[in-house]
Structures are given as structure tokens and as C-alpha cells.
């Protein structure tokens, strides 16, 4: 399989080994790439840097984690899409469109560039956004934990 889409929430998770990690791994070894926006490559960092702040990861396993993941870029196992003024307007859009859905406008952004790249599966960790991802006709790989 080429690829499908994968949001912050679902990336964290193959990255950092927490609950559902193996489960997201075992999902994204399937395709040939994956495919992220360059929002979620921010949200990464921020992340990663957030963990290293409550003491959760150390700065050397920051940098590793990162450096894994431009790695995975520099070989073709991450495609990441740039983001454009098209892709804010699209996602303000999706805003109006699932209003009934209580979206943050972040995961609107992902929504929206999921949307713009064709593709049809869409990887997540977050139970709203796999709801709205639904909600859009996507095939949702939803890693949130039971409520």
C-alpha cells in the first residue's frame, strides 16, 4: 500500500512508546510511506519537547527521536506536505461543516490537508478528530484510548 495519512497524535505514537505504539507501528509498517502535514513535524517537536520538560524523555532521547524522524523523511518513509493558504481556507470550511463536532482548528488544518492529498486512510489518536475524519468519508485508524 503507497500511503495514508497520519496526524500529530498517531505520530507521537510511533515515536514515543506509549499506549497503542505497537498497535500504530504495526499499522504504518504496512505502507510504503506515510504521509504527514508540516504542521504535524512542528507538533512533533513540541511534543517531544514538552516530555523532555516534565522529565519524561531526556534531551538526548529528544534529539534521537527527532533525528529518527528527519531520517525517516531523507529516506522517503515520511512524505510531508507543505501547508498553504488553500489547505486554512479549506479547513475553516471543515470548521463550518462539522460544527456539530467540537474541532480544534489545528486538527481542521489536518483534516484539510488529508483532504487536499487524495489520500483515503487517516491515522489518529484523538476520538474527535477520528470522528470528523468519519464524518468526511475517511478510513479511520482511531489509536485514542477507550473513554
Not at 531520517?71 to 501547508?83: K, S, Y
Not at 486554512?88 to 460544527?99: F, H, K, M, R
Not at 476520538?127 to 475524519?133: N, Y
Request: glycine share 4%; net charge negative; proline share 3%.
Amino acid at each position: 500500500m503507497p500511503s495514508l495519512f497520519c496526524d500529530t497524535s498517531a505520530l507521537v505514537k510511533w515515536y514515543v512508546a506509549e499506549a497503542q505504539s505497537d498497535a500504530v507501528d504495526t499499522l504504518l509498517q504496512r505502507y510504503t510511506y506515510v504521509t504527514i502535514s508540516r504542521l504535524a513535524s512542528l507538533e512533533l517537536h513540541s511534543a517531544l519537547l514538552r516530555r523532555q520538560r516534565l522529565r519524561q524523555l531526556t534531551p538526548d532521547w529528544v534529539s534521537e527521536i527527532f533525528g529518527l524522524f528527519q531520517e525517516h523523511q531523507r529516506q522517503g518513509h515520511i512524505r510531508v506536505l507543505p501547508l498553504t493558504d488553500q489547505q486554512c481556507l479549506l479547513a475553516e470550511q471543515l470548521l463550518g461543516q462539522l460544527s456539530n463536532i467540537p474541532l480544534r482548528s489545528l486538527d481542521a488544518l489536518h483534516l484539510a490537508c488529508a483532504r487536499e492529498s487524495g489520500l483515503a486512510e487517516f491515522a489518529t489518536a484523538d476520538r474527535t478528530q477520528a470522528g470528523a475524519a468519519r464524518s468526511l468519508g475517511f478510513i479511520v485508524f482511531d489509536f485514542s484510548m477507550p473513554a
